[in-house]
T-cell receptor, first 110, second 112 residues
Framework: DAKTTQPPSMDCAEGRAANLPCNHSTISGNEYVYWYRQIHSQGPQYIIHGLKNNETNEMASLIITEDRKSSTLILPHATLRDTAVYYCIVKNSGYSTLTFGKGTMLLVSP | DTAVSQTPKYLVTQMGNDKSIKCEQN?????MYWYKQDSKKFLKIMFS???????INETVPNRFSPKSPDKAHLNLHINSLELGDSAVYFC???????????FGSGTRLTVV
């Protein structure tokens, strides 16, 4: 599975949009982009995933560039409860599992 | 109604002991996993089961033996516990190999 690169930390003001970038320049055609987050002392939580098209659900939006070499997770109105480590993971559709990197520590402040 | 439940939540035990961690999912998922999160917070896959069959074993010492009595359960038995086994262990499940994973709340194992 392709590797991903994320900034180690980001800050966001409460109520503002949080835009978390991820680079995956070696992604191949059958690999999906997944986003998870882990709030302190809890299990990781699935947020969203996509292949080529932009995706949106009740938690977030995923924007994937046309060349698929990078993506951005958007939390439209960040709250204090969104403070967590966010993981961008690239995985193919076959017999492989999620491989977690270091992620981005997002701190949402009042 | 908990989707993926693990027991116990905390486990403190002495070196050399044998212990088990249980995991159950009520989501009707076909695939289950065990992950280990060490003190540096890295999450690493240990095992993956699909329909009760082991499909992935990521170079885990054979002191660790997963058991899947049915699709809804994946238990982890650890023999001869060592200090380095101290970590948080997460169970997870997914409908298939492509879908999102649902994680349990973790079992914090401390070996003294």
């Amino acid at each position: 599975d392709a590797k991903t690169t994320q900034p180690p930390s980001m800050d966001c003001a409460e109520g503002r949009a949080a835009n978390l970038p991820c680079n995956h320049s070696t992604i191949s055609g059958n690999e999906y982009v997944y986003w998870y987050r882990q709030i302190h002392s809890q299990g990781p939580q699935y947020i969203i995933h996509g292949l080529k098209n932009n995706e949106t659900n009740e938690m977030a939006s995923l924007i994937i560039t046309e060349d698929r070499k990078s993506s951005t997770l958007i939390l439209p109105h960040a709250t204090l409860r969104d403070t967590a480590v966010y993981y961008c993971i690239v995985k193919n559709s076959g017999y492989s599992t999620l491989t977690f990197g270091k992620g981005t520590m997002l701190l949402v402040s009042p | 109604d908990t989707a993926v439940s693990q027991t116990p939540k905390y486990l403190v035990t002495q070196m050399g002991n044998d212990k088990s961690i249980k995991c159950e999912q009520n989501l009707g998922h076909d695939t289950m996993y065990w992950y280990k999160q060490d003190s540096k917070k890295f999450l690493k896959i240990m095992f993956s089961y699909n329909n009760k069959e082991l499909i992935i074993n990521e170079t885990v010492p054979n002191r660790f033996s997963p058991k899947s009595p049915d699709k809804a359960h994946l238990n982890l038995h650890i023999n001869s516990l060592e200090l380095g086994d101290s970590a948080v262990y997460f169970c997870a499940s997914s409908q298939d190999l492509q879908g999102g994973y649902t994680f349990g709340s973790g079992t914090r194992l401390t070996v003294v």
